[in-house]
């Protein structure tokens, strides 16, 4: 199982941007995030599996991007226009075996390697 470990998270007003790091003992086929807020469903925010194909939740698209750096065992989400409603704490996850083809985002919540989570809030 891959030890994961978020890093990035904090505090910010609405507009503003935060950059999450996720480091893995090892890159996985699939990487991606997830996030909870209490009270809500939990939500796969994006996804990208090792071909660097990604997806993402219709809530975040054209605000969020996730990539990759294989060498480094580092999954990054960067998260721009943030808005309170992406007030929750995200969890970087990782399938070892492989992803559906093609990816989308609600996949992450089936991956089996996660990290603690790290939290994120948006003011306004």
């Known amino acids: 199982q891959a030890q994961l470990v978020e890093s990035g998270g904090g505090s910010v007003q609405a507009g503003g941007s935060l950059r999450l790091s996720c480091a893995a003992s090892?890159?996985?086929?699939?990487m991606g995030w997830f996030r909870q807020d209490p009270g809500k469903e939990r939500e796969g925010v994006a996804g990208?599996?090792?071909?660097?194909?990604?997806a993402y939740a219709d809530s975040v698209k054209g605000r969020f991007t996730i990539s990759k750096d294989n060498a480094k065992n580092t999954l990054t989400l960067q998260m721009n226009s943030l808005k309170p409603e992406d007030t929750a704490i995200y969890y970087c996850?990782?399938?070892?075996?492989?992803?559906?083809?093609?990816?989308?985002?609600?996949?992450?919540?089936?991956?089996?390697?996660r990290g603690q989570g790290t939290q994120v809030t948006v003011s306004s």
């Open positions: 990208i599996a090792y071909d660097g194909s990604t």
């Open positions: 996850a990782a399938h070892p075996i492989g992803c559906r083809s093609p990816l989308r985002a609600r996949d992450v919540l089936d991956f089996p390697d």
């Open positions: 090892r890159t996985g086929y699939c």
